[in-house]
């Protein structure tokens, strides 16, 4: 996988179970998810988050770059986007960048599209996200079309429909 770097004052978000800090790795910046092993049963929940997205590679979905862990931490590493949908949903008129009232009718739908795509081969792929929200659906602007791009992020309680969890559902 190669090596990567981040500073802890380089904060871009934070959850229940992790901080994202925005990173270097193979010359590019990236975003580095530190999951706490101790708090997440021996780390099985991260590394079954790792697992997941090694094998996904999709437009629409977050790209994964690998994971190493240190110490009592695993690190996640995955390009980095500009911002999330929810971010978008709460800046207002008179913060710096886009906002959701600020985009016209054109732009909102190829968002949802591309979510509903992202979806679509998720589930092809059999895997149920389990936590689709705003927050959790990121946002960056294409470098060639200027245009925003929707990537599905943090699998953290995504689980695949062969798994003992789901099909227990079935």
Request: glycine share 10%; proline share 3%; hydrophobic share 40%.
């Given at each position: 996988?190669?090596?990567?770097?981040?500073?802890?004052?380089?904060?871009?978000?934070?959850?229940?179970?992790?901080?994202?800090?925005?990173?270097?790795?193979?010359?590019?910046?990236?975003?580095?998810?530190?999951?706490?092993?101790?708090?997440?049963?021996?780390?099985?929940?991260?590394?079954?988050?790792?697992?997941?997205?090694?094998?996904?590679?999709?437009?629409?979905?977050?790209?994964?770059?690998?994971?190493?862990?240190?110490?009592?931490?695993?690190?996640?590493?995955?390009?980095?986007?500009?911002?999330?949908?929810?971010?978008?949903?709460?800046?207002?008129?008179?913060?710096?960048?886009?906002?959701?009232?600020?985009?016209?009718?054109?732009?909102?739908?190829?968002?949802?599209?591309?979510?509903?795509?992202?979806?679509?081969?998720?589930?092809?792929?059999?895997?149920?996200?389990?936590?689709?929200?705003?927050?959790?659906?990121?946002?960056?602007l294409d470098a060639r079309t200027g245009g925003l791009v929707a990537k599905i992020g943090?699998?953290?309680?995504?689980?695949?429909?062969?798994?003992?969890?789901?099909?227990?559902?079935?």
């Amino acid at each position: 996988f190669g090596s990567f770097f981040f500073r802890r004052q380089d904060v871009v978000g934070v959850g229940g179970s992790a901080r994202v800090y925005k990173g270097m790795y193979a010359g590019q910046l990236v975003a580095v998810k530190e999951l706490d092993t101790a708090r997440l049963a021996a780390g099985t929940k991260g590394l079954s988050e790792a697992a997941l997205l090694s094998k996904l590679r999709h437009p629409f979905v977050l790209h994964f770059f690998g994971c190493c862990v240190h110490e009592s931490h695993l690190y996640l590493v995955t390009e980095l986007c500009d911002t999330s949908l929810q971010q978008l949903l709460e800046r207002g008129a008179h913060s710096r960048g886009p906002s959701a009232r600020s985009l016209s009718l054109q732009p909102r739908l190829s968002l949802a599209l591309q979510i509903a795509e992202g979806v679509q081969y998720l589930h092809e792929n059999g895997v149920v996200h389990r936590d689709l929200k705003p927050a959790n659906i990121l946002l960056t602007l294409d470098a060639r079309t200027g245009g925003l791009v929707a990537k599905i992020g943090d699998f953290g309680l995504s689980r695949t429909t062969d798994s003992p969890e789901m099909t227990a559902l079935i």
